[in-house]
């Protein structure tokens, strides 16, 4: 979900559970998604991304679901572990071909071993 | 291949210095992007440069400059720093010739702190 100022959302799991992350975006134009991992002291990095004319993807791991009806985004990672502790973002393209991104503020996941 | 490289690491600024940020990219992207990230914030777009020769406004461009130097390397000025500019800056990269990821592949980030 999302924040207000500088509090992050957090999501706290055991090790081994199945991890839910959720996003609300902004745009009902928006056409593609893309879910982003960001370490402490690292940049962004990519995920699984999810175009608009679908509903849901699979990657390792991870699946994205898409529901425009609502304009929610969730991330959902199965058997977490704790190298997925991380603050993960979701962004929309609402830039058309250009492909600027709207980051949501994030949510910090906690693996607990 | 280094994908997304960003130079300094971190830098400390007095008020109304000015500096550059360099990015440089190895895998022959089209596209380059500017962000900042303030604490407990999700990235914003400063600048963008959807191909070589071309640069367009973000989100939040005032205070910043950018030049698209050549189709590897996309720069950022700061002419006159100020304390609303500290915060981390990230470059990004894109290549939108399709695929099945046209996603943004990012750098580590110059941290920034103006006094």
């Known amino acids: 979900g999302e924040s207000v100022g500088l509090h992050l959302p957090t999501l706290s799991v055991q090790e081994g559970d199945n991890s839910i992350i959720n996003c609300a975006y902004s745009?009902?134009?928006?056409?593609?998604f893309i879910w982003y991992k960001q370490e402490s002291g690292k940049g962004p990095q990519f995920i699984i991304d999810i175009r608009s004319n679908m509903d849901k993807r699979q990657g390792q791991r991870v699946t994205v679901l898409l529901n425009k009806t609502v304009k929610h985004l969730s991330l959902q990672i199965a058997a977490t572990q704790p190298g997925d502790s991380a603050v993960y973002f979701c962004a929309e393209n609402s830039g058309g071909s250009n492909y600027k991104l709207t980051f949501g503020k994030g949510t910090l996941l906690t693996v607990n071993p | 291949n280094a994908g997304v490289t960003q130079t300094p690491k971190f830098q400390v600024l007095k008020t109304g210095q000015s500096m550059t940020l360099q990015c440089a990219q190895d895998?022959?992207?089209?596209?380059m992007y500017w962000y900042r990230q303030d604490p407990g914030m999700g990235l914003r777009l400063i600048y963008y440069s959807a191909s070589e020769g071309t640069t367009d406004k973000g989100e939040v461009p005032n205070g910043y400059n950018v030049s698209r130097l050549n189709k590897r390397e996309f720069s950022l000025r700061l002419e006159s720093a100020a304390p609303s500019q500290t915060s981390v800056y990230f470059c990004?990269?894109?290549?939108?010739?399709?695929?099945?990821?046209?996603?943004?592949?990012f750098g580590p980030g110059t941290r920034l702190l103006v006094l």
């Open positions: 745009n009902s134009a928006s056409d593609y």
């Open positions: 895998m022959n992207h089209n596209s």
């Open positions: 990004a990269s894109r290549n939108p010739s399709g695929g099945i990821q046209e996603t943004q592949y």
